[in-house]
């Protein structure tokens, strides 16, 4: 909580931003109190005398409504300002307490020796597998994969899981292009991964060349 003694900053129109004995009651300084005066502040022509004093007296008062409307526009927009640029303040202070008391916790697990287990446990993508894949289409892929708002592990498992369900287990594809080996944890069930390893070992495949080959055709 953030100490407002000794500010002398207006409170809202509402009086819910401090503590007044009429929370009701819009402080004297509000900006839009100030504008609301301001408008007030011209006279009505004086429609039912039209002699030359009393026009006279109209534009007299008229001229010294200008210079108090003046006044009260650039009053309400300096304390305009002063409210915006406390509220940014508010904001990025607030903000690097939150990174703080985060960073804090973080240590504090750490020295409890229960951030890495917390970390891992927390992934969705669990299942380490390597990928061989063309580098290329690996970083198309993970692009697309940016685009649709998740990670490639999550992807990958994704459309390994929808090609057992669907039962449409092809072959690698095999072009002779230089391809590399990754390490990724790919989000996988266990039952998912049995059949995915059962289906590949009788047909002769690695589960790395088959899970390239859908980041492949995903990228393409």
Known sequence: TLDKNGTDLPLPVTGSGGSTNEPEAPCARCPFVLLDHALAAMPQPPLDHTSWAAVQRWLTDVERGLVFRREQRMVARAVHRALAAEFHSRRHIESIRRSMQRAAVREADKDAGIYWTMREAGRAAQRPVRVEVDPHAWEAFKHRAERVGTTVGEHLGRLATEALRRDVIGPPVD???????????????????????????SNGWTIGRYLGTLAEREAH
Do not use: S, Y
């Not at 989000?187 to 059949?195: K, L, N, P, S, Y």
């Open 175 to 201: 072009d002779g292009r230089a391809r590399r080996t990754l390490f990724v944890r790919i989000a996988i069930d266990d039952d998912h991964w049995t059949e995915l390893r059962h289906l590949t070992r």
